[in-house]
């Protein structure tokens, strides 16, 4: 039972228009989730957080967006550069829990 | 500051074989988690040392075990291989806040 989903296996987006990648949660118990890029021959590096008494956090080209009624999450990167392109993983954790739900994973291709 | 590291880097194995993966998490930092990566199921939680005790594990078979040491260090075995283990392993270490992770580039194992 997938409790994170990441329903885009792909997302191809031109060079400086935005990318918006999504995530569908089932466990309301979720109370923080990440983002995490990674790119080919290494491991994911974090991104950007949230946590869910927030809607939005925002760290320069990169912003999280959740709405916890609709138990979703995105990530918009405004411009997106042809560096962005990697596999990008949303994963929640719950408060208590040591254990981190990822998602299947987005792959971007930002195209020059 | 090293980064984690993970050895050996790639891995081919036969069915019914033993393997261990070693990970060396960034100094200072006491929580490793290893995480399994497969094309069609993500990254999937496996378990999580803190203190060389295990705080947390995820939906896998008795074949995969670990351990970490009193330096941090861990070690993940899985006994029997089959097929379907094939994947990337990753480890990720923190300070024992799993909101602060940070991976290594992961062990590539192919099973034959």
């Known amino acids: 039972d997938q409790q994170v989903k990441q329903n885009s296996p792909s997302l191809s987006v031109q060079e400086g228009r935005i990318s918006i990648l999504n995530c569908d949660y089932t466990?309301?118990?979720?109370?923080?989730f990440l983002w995490y890029k990674k790119y080919p021959a290494e491991g994911p590096t974090f991104l950007i957080s949230?946590?869910?008494?927030?809607d939005k956090n925002e760290d320069g080209r990169f912003t999280v967006f959740l709405n916890k009624s609709a138990k979703h999450l995105s990530l918009h990167i405004v411009p997106s550069q042809p560096g962005d392109s990697a596999v990008y993983f949303c994963a929640a954790l719950q408060g208590g829990s040591e254990k981190l739900v990822f998602g299947k994973g987005t792959k971007l291709t930002v195209n020059p | 500051k090293a980064g984690v590291t993970q050895t050996p880097r790639y891995l081919i194995k036969t069915r019914g074989q033993q393997v261990t993966l070693s990970c060396s998490p960034i100094?200072?930092?006491?929580?490793v988690s290893w995480y399994q990566q497969t094309p069609g199921q993500g990254l999937q939680f496996l378990f999580e040392y803190f203190s060389e005790t295990q705080r947390n594990k995820g939906n896998f078979p008795g074949r995969f075990s670990g351990r970490q040491f009193s330096n941090s260090r861990s070690e993940m075995n899985v006994s029997t291989l089959e097929l379907g283990d094939s994947a990337l392993y990753l480890c990720a270490s923190s300070l024992g806040v799993l909101n602060e992770q940070f991976f290594g580039p992961g062990t590539r194992l192919t099973v034959l």
């Open positions: 100094s200072g930092h006491r929580s």
């Open positions: 466990n309301s118990m979720f109370d923080y």
């Open positions: 949230i946590s869910s008494i927030k």
